[in-house]
């Protein structure tokens, strides 16, 4: 399976402010995921990125809210902006290498 | 919208017992299903996924599907107090061949007293 590297692990942010996480893969993938799991909730898929083109968003995810880059097949970069605390949550990438879902060890983010 | 459903828990079984968690999804078209486990403050690290009705065996745990009942199962057998944690199952999308995202249940919480 595949190893991520995701960070940072967790950080304290004022509200208002942005949050950049980054997700780095040892090798390459077509498709990264970003999900949330919100505090004692499940994980909510956010959006897809893939390489080279723009991200899907779910129902309930704007890209003004969550912008994404993808700028090549093992890296890819999840903002949370204008931060409130409702925001405060874990985020998590994922890859899929053959029925091998692998999660990145995930960002602890708690908005102040 | 597709769902999967899971019984909240907490479930709590006793040191060496059998713990069953269940699984239900409402697309009859779902062909990929897995089980994660994830402790508490760590993220869900798979325990095996399942693609053939019928059940698969992986040393003390065994998953079973049943896509004509929409439900899947996790056995664990000789459970271990290290076994406590939340247990996730998830269903892959498929979106025309290609594997895509997962959709996840809430978890249920199992507890193994020693």
């Known amino acids: 399976s595949a190893v991520i590297s995701q960070k940072p692990s967790r950080d304290i942010c004022q509200r208002g402010t942005s949050l950049t996480i980054q997700c780095q893969v040892d090798?390459?993938?077509?498709?990264m995921f970003w999900y949330r799991q919100q505090p004692g909730q499940s994980l909510t898929l956010i959006a897809t990125a893939n390489q080279g083109s723009e991200a899907t968003y779910e129902s309930g995810f704007v890209i003004d809210k969550f912008p994404i880059s993808r700028p090549n097949l093992t890296f890819s970069t999840l903002t949370v902006s204008n931060l409130s605390p409702e925001d405060s949550s874990i985020y998590l990438c994922?890859?899929?290498?053959?029925?091998?879902?692998?999660f990145g060890s995930g960002t602890r983010l708690t908005v102040v | 919208q597709k769902e999967v459903e899971q019984n909240s828990g907490p479930l709590s079984v006793p040191e060496g017992a059998i713990a069953s968690l269940n699984c239900t999804y409402s697309?009859?078209?779902?062909?990929?299903f897995f089980w994660y486990r994830q402790y508490s403050g760590k993220s869900p690290e798979l325990i095996m996924f399942i693609y053939s009705n019928g059940d698969k065996e992986d040393g003390r745990f065994t998953a079973q599907l049943n896509k004509a009942s929409q439900y899947v199962s996790l056995l664990i057998r000789d459970s271990q107090p290290s076994d406590s944690a939340t247990y996730l199952c998830?269903?892959?999308?498929?979106?025309?061949?290609?594997?895509?995202?997962?959709?996840f249940g809430k978890g249920t919480k199992l507890s193994v007293k020693p």
């Open positions: 994922s890859v899929d290498r053959g029925y091998s879902y692998t």
């Open positions: 998830a269903v892959g999308v498929n979106y025309g061949g290609s594997q895509g995202n997962l959709i």
């Open positions: 697309d009859r078209g779902s062909q990929s």
């Open positions: 090798s390459q993938v077509t498709m």
